[in-house]
């Protein structure tokens, strides 16, 4: 039982250019989620999936967009990366209705230059 | 608007030295109040969920604790591999997300 894995684990993107944050639970988890974490300002929420087929926006979702592909898997792009988007980027699951119990994934640095 | 204020932000103990935690919270309808550990360049790791005023829950050298407006995570005989940031968040009644506070980084000196 692996938990919640992203991929990549580490990425250098230069100003302008796109990418897409990998996310995958196998605990059978409805909900999942979309985190940054920046210093000084704790976890922020960025999107998150209630169930399959349904996204909504968090707290910062401006510069990013979200695909929940099927239960397990939650990808977060960017389709035109900024310095402002550099940080840790986290994802997170939950068993039933969004809010519950989050159980997190190990995080994706990104670098923006 | 959902606050949570954690206090202190960074708080440093001799190993064995017992203290608290603490997080402040402004909600309606509280629905749950969690605690998490966070280790260096890791994601946080869930330790506690608490529902209403009164409740406890233990873990080892940790106890997590309840009132109207406050939890407390209590740190009994610490030793050094309890240092981490402890982060605390909230859930509204019929909201979807969490609400977390900044953390506090706890140290415990051998």
């Known amino acids: 039982n692996a938990g919640v894995t992203q991929t990549p684990k580490f990425q250098v993107l230069k100003t302008g250019q796109s990418m897409t944050l990998q996310c995958a639970q196998d605990?059978?988890?409805?909900?999942m989620y979309w985190y940054r974490q920046d210093p000084g300002m704790g976890l922020r929420l960025i999107y998150y999936?209630?169930?399959?087929?349904?996204?909504d926006k968090g707290e910062v979702p401006n510069g990013y967009n979200v695909s929940r592909l099927n239960k397990r898997e939650f990808s977060l792009r960017l389709e035109s990366a900024a310095p402002s988007q550099t940080s840790v980027y986290f994802c997170?699951?939950?068993?039933?209705?969004?809010?519950?119990?989050?159980?997190f994934g190990p995080g994706t640095r990104l670098l923006v230059l | 608007e959902d606050q949570v204020t954690q206090s202190p932000e960074a708080l440093r103990l001799q190993e064995g030295e017992s203290s608290s935690l603490n997080c402040s919270y402004t909600v309606s309808g509280l629905r749950g109040l969690f605690w998490y550990r966070q280790d260096p360049g890791k994601g946080p790791e869930f330790l506690f969920t608490l529902y209403s005023a009164g409740e406890e829950k233990e873990k080892e050298r940790l106890k997590a604790t309840l009132t109207k407006k406050e939890s407390f995570l209590h740190i009994t005989a610490p030793k050094p591999e309890d240092s981490a940031t402890y982060l605390c968040?909230?859930?509204?009644?019929?909201?979807?997300?969490?609400?977390f506070g900044q953390g506090t980084r706890l140290t415990i000196n051998p």
């Open positions: 605990m059978n988890h409805n909900s």
């Open positions: 997170a699951s939950s068993l039933g209705q969004a809010g519950e119990t989050q159980y």
């Open positions: 968040a909230l859930r509204r009644g019929g909201a979807q997300k969490l609400v």
């Open positions: 999936s209630a169930s399959e087929g349904t996204t």
